[in-house]
């Protein structure tokens, strides 16, 4: 079962049989994105630390640590003596960047974001990269500028058309994407536009994402390849974290089983799988 439904119209439909196929459509798409249980009232606020004890503390929120372990060889592969330039999409108040740059485990997160007396301490510079975070909220943003996680940030809904600010970015400031537990917001085709701007209109070099297990994988595969890149799994189903209740696991294992993929490892909580595509005829063309 697909998380974002191919939309296929016969040239012979009626008005009406439009209408209600591309209403068919949307209401799928609203499903599916609210198959997971919802954190945005945690997850806008500036500070990190509710979010952190409960989703890092509580759930057990790996996955930004396990795919920034996996993902950092392959970054380190373009290390020069310019600064690689990243942009985080989809980075709330930046645990890729404490796990990428700063190799942060979970538990050190927790001690540092846990309490308010020591959650606002700001990081050192680290010169080998030039961060950009994106993300849909205002506040979690804010916070990571303050802490110094990011040399630029960007409020931006990565589902509807991007502002020629956001187009600029991607195509002429970002050698690497990182798009980590975002696909299920937005979709194989919010991973298409991502790559138009910054692979086929401009000279990024990798994209590392994840997609959750109950999503149609080869949905993002065939993405990126339609658009030219190469696609690479580096890692399996990863514990992104574990269910926030017995209704969000209910609704994982229906889909699950629909698709025939239902395993043991499903009991604990949700799976992802990491990818990186890349562009032929770049350092990566041998993986």
């Known amino acids: ?13 009626g008005a009406l049989e439009f209408k209600i196929q591309n209403l068919t459509f949307k209401i799928s798409k609203i499903y599916m994105k609210k198959v997971k249980a919802d954190f945005a009232k945690i997850y806008s606020q500036y500070s990190p630390t509710e979010y ?10 790996l996955l930004p640590f396990q795919a920034m372990d996996i993902f950092r060889p392959y970054q380190d592969r373009l290390l020069s003596d310019k600064p690689i330039r990243i942009t985080v ?11 990428l740059r700063f190799q942060m485990t979970p538990q050190e997160i927790l001690e540092r974001w846990g309490t308010s007396d020591t959650a606002g301490l700001p ?22 500028r303050d802490v110094n996680l990011c040399d630029n940030s960007l409020l ?17 400031m970002t050698d690497v994407v990182v798009a980590v537990g975002v696909t299920s917001y937005i979709g194989p085709e919010g991973i298409g536009s991502i790559i138009r701007s910054a692979f086929v209109n401009g000279k990024a070099l990798i994209l590392c994402f994840s997609v959750v297990k109950y999503l149609d ?60 595509a890349y562009k032929a005829g770049t350092v990566f063309d041998n993986e």
């Not at 952190?52 to 929120?61: A, D, H, R, S, T």
């Not at 999409?89 to 796990?99: A, E, I």
């Not at 931006?156 to 002429?172: T, V």
Request: net charge negative; proline share 4%; with cysteine.
């Open 52 to 61: 952190i004890k409960y989703i890092v503390g509580e759930l057990n929120y």
């Open 123 to 144: 990081f050192s510079p680290f010169p080998e990269q030039v961060i950009t975070i994106i993300d849909i909220e205002q506040e979690p943003l804010r916070f990571a």
């Open 217 to 276: 994988v080869e949905e993002f595969i065939s993405t990126c390849m339609e658009n030219g890149l190469k696609v690479k799994k580096i890692g399996n189903n990863i514990l992104q974290r574990n269910y926030a209740d017995n209704e969000e696991k209910g609704n994982i294992h229906s889909i699950l089983k629909q698709k025939g993929c239902l395993a043991d490892e499903d009991n604990t909580g949700l799976r992802s799988h990491l990818f990186i």
């Open 156 to 172: 931006a809904n990565m589902c509807e058309p991007y502002s020629l600010e956001l187009e600029r970015h991607f195509r002429e």
């Open 1 to 13: 079962m697909s998380c974002v439904l191919v939309r296929k119209t016969h040239p012979t439909l």
């Open 89 to 99: 999409v989809g980075s709330g108040h930046g645990l890729d960047v404490v796990s």
